[in-house]
């Protein structure tokens, strides 16, 4: 006993049978036929019986008993191309009905004269299961589902995530830093260009009080050459005032005893 492929009437592969080691081709195999009642011994058969019997359906063919092996693995569902079966057997009994024939003429000559005889040559088989789904059919049954992630998968985004949100972070806070950095490097700049503005600052003020008491100096000095000036004014005035009796006296001896009488 050996398995051969049983199919349906479409060629496609439905489940292996078993069969007698010899088998070979293509049987057919029918739906199953209920069996009708024996008719009874003593009832005479009429004429309609008869016509009843002559109109019973034959049987339905369901499929097929194939006893070309099929190779399972190779296809996601094998077919059995029954008309390449069909086209192979015409050209099997073609080439026999051939052959036949050469060695009949071959046969009817003489045998001085016949020669080697003829070789018969079967036909090559044709590939005969084919894969039985249609691309569309395959490529949905390929189609990987969609699966909801497992919770070590939501674990490990999350994980990502998370690890993402720190490297940001991390650059925020590198930036923050640096910004931190750069203002302290203008605050120490900023003051000591506030203290070389400060140390100006004092010196400029040094030399306003410097030049502002410089100028009391000056003004006291001032006050002082006033002062004398002032004091020259009245010696002048009583220089003038003492030139001018002088004068009189003068004009006095030079008149003689008039100005006696006048006084």
């Not at 140390?199 to 502002?212: F, I, N, P, Y």
């Not at 000095?221 to 003492?242: F, H, P, R, T």
Request: negative net charge.
């Amino acid at each position: 006993m050996k398995a051969v492929p049983k199919i349906n009437t479409d060629g496609l592969y439905i489940e292996d049978t078993l069969v007698d080691d010899a088998f070979s081709g293509v049987v057919p195999f029918y739906a199953n036929v209920e069996p009708q009642p024996p008719a009874e011994p003593d009832v005479d058969r009429d004429e309609d019986t008869e016509e009843q019997l002559e109109e019973m359906p034959e049987p339905e063919i369901i499929g097929y008993i194939v006893g070309v092996p099929v190779t399972l693995g190779l296809f996601w569902r094998p077919r059995f191309d029954l008309d390449a079966w069909e086209t192979y057997q015409d050209e099997l009994q073609a080439t026999e009905s051939e052959y036949r024939d050469t060695y009949n003429e071959w046969q009817a000559q003489p045998e001085d004269e016949r020669g080697e005889p003829p070789i018969y040559g079967a036909p090559a088989q044709p590939t005969l299961w084919i894969e039985g789904l249609t691309p569309e059919e395959i490529e949905e049954i390929t189609r990987q589902p969609e699966q909801e992630p497992t919770e070590l998968e939501l674990l490990a985004e999350k994980v990502a995530e998370i690890k993402e949100q720190t490297a940001q972070q991390q650059a925020d806070i590198s930036v923050v830093e640096s910004g931190v950095e750069h203002a302290r490097k203008s605050t120490e700049e900023l003051r000591q260009v506030s203290s070389a503005l400060g140390s100006e600052q004092v010196k400029q003020d040094l030399s306003t009080l410097d030049l502002k008491q410089q100028n009391n100096v000056i003004g006291a000095e001032l006050v002082k050459k006033d002062i004398s000036i002032l004091d020259l004014y009245m010696q002048n005035q009583v220089l003038g005032q003492m030139l001018a009796a002088l004068e009189l006296k003068l004009l006095a001896n030079g008149t003689g005893g008039e100005l006696n009488v006048q006084q």
